[in-house]
């Protein structure tokens, strides 16, 4: 079922989980992560877009994210990642997504408050909550390029940002990339607290690929209530294909290879799934 508003953001939050939330380019891909929700039994987020669009095209991909999310048995977000055009996102938000994130990272402070304020507004007659983010999280979204962490992010600004925003949940930069680093550097959880402790809403954790168990349960565990993921499942899907087409021949069953790098990524989901919900039964204090 598409799971609309915030009561599971807010339920993930309060308990001490958190959201999967996996980026698609595929049907396939789509699929796996709606099929390993039900799996687990616990809802999920299907990331499709922006940076998709422009393979699959943005009709299709949300088409297929939007029927997945409603032939699903457990609640599953549909979300628009790192978006910067406000035409974009209305565009989503008329599609039917559940939830969008406005990217003015790169913005001045005040440019990103404006852009992110402007997206609150039209999001709300549709129901739809809205991640702003604060901070650089570096890396490309669509390959792993080997980089190192960005500016993190300030707590007095995020305070700030989300008080003048009024956005449900903040993407923050605490040493995570998206891809691999060059030498991967831990999360600096102490920072996450301290923005945690400030921040009244749930945060965002982007580019967990890679990230050791201990490290994504502890950032759970402070205050982050949707996991990003996208190189797992790309590696995963990619892997499959590669495996059941060793040389693509005219007796090549592509039908076959997909149904693979659909199980693949569907492993990938599952255990980051089990990672995330683990922490359930030890409900944060709220700061
Ligand atoms: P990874 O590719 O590192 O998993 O990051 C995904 C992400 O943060 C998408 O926004």
């Known amino acids: 079922m598409r799971d609309r508003g915030t009561d599971t953001l807010r339920a993930a939050y309060a308990q001490g989980w958190s959201l999967g939330a996996f980026s698609t380019y595929t049907q396939e891909i789509t699929q796996a992560i ?69 990217d003015g990272s790169h913005l001045p402070f005040a440019d990103n408050i404006a852009l992110t304020q402007s997206v609150v507004a039209a999001a709300a007659p549709y129901g739809a909550w809205v991640e702003g983010e604060l901070g650089a999280i570096p890396g490309d979204e669509d390959r792993s390029e080997r980089t190192g962490p960005g500016e993190l992010t300030d707590p007095g600004l995020a305070e700030e940002f989300v008080a003048r925003t009024g956005v449900d949940a903040l993407a923050v930069a605490v040493g995570n990339v998206h891809g691999t680093a060059a030498d991967p550097v831990p999360l600096d959880l102490e920072l996450l607290a301290r923005l945690a402790s400030l921040v ?3 945060l965002v954790l982007h580019g967990a690929s890679g990230l050791p168990a201990a490290e994504l ?15 797992e499942l790309r590696t995963a899907f990619l892997g499959a294909v590669e495996l059941a087409l060793p040389g693509a021949q005219p007796s090549s069953d592509v039908a076959a290879a997909l149904d693979a790098a659909r199980e693949a990524v569907r492993e990938v989901v599952r255990t980051k799934l089990r990672q995330l919900t683990r922490t359930a039964a030890s409900p944060r204090t709220p700061s």
């Open 34 to 102: 709606s099929l390993a929700a039900e799996d687990i039994g616990c809802p999920v987020i299907l990331q499709a877009g922006a940076s998709a669009f422009s393979h699959a095209g943005r009709a299709q991909l949300a088409a297929q994210a939007l029927l997945a999310a409603d032939l699903a048995g457990v609640p599953v977000g549909v979300h628009l990642d790192h978006s910067r055009s406000l035409k974009e996102i209305r565009a989503c938000l008329d599609a039917g997504y559940t939830s969008v994130m406005v």
């Open 200 to 202: 009244p809403v749930p």
């Open 217 to 231: 349960e502890a950032a759970v565990g402070l205050g982050v209530a949707k996991v990003n993921v996208n190189t």
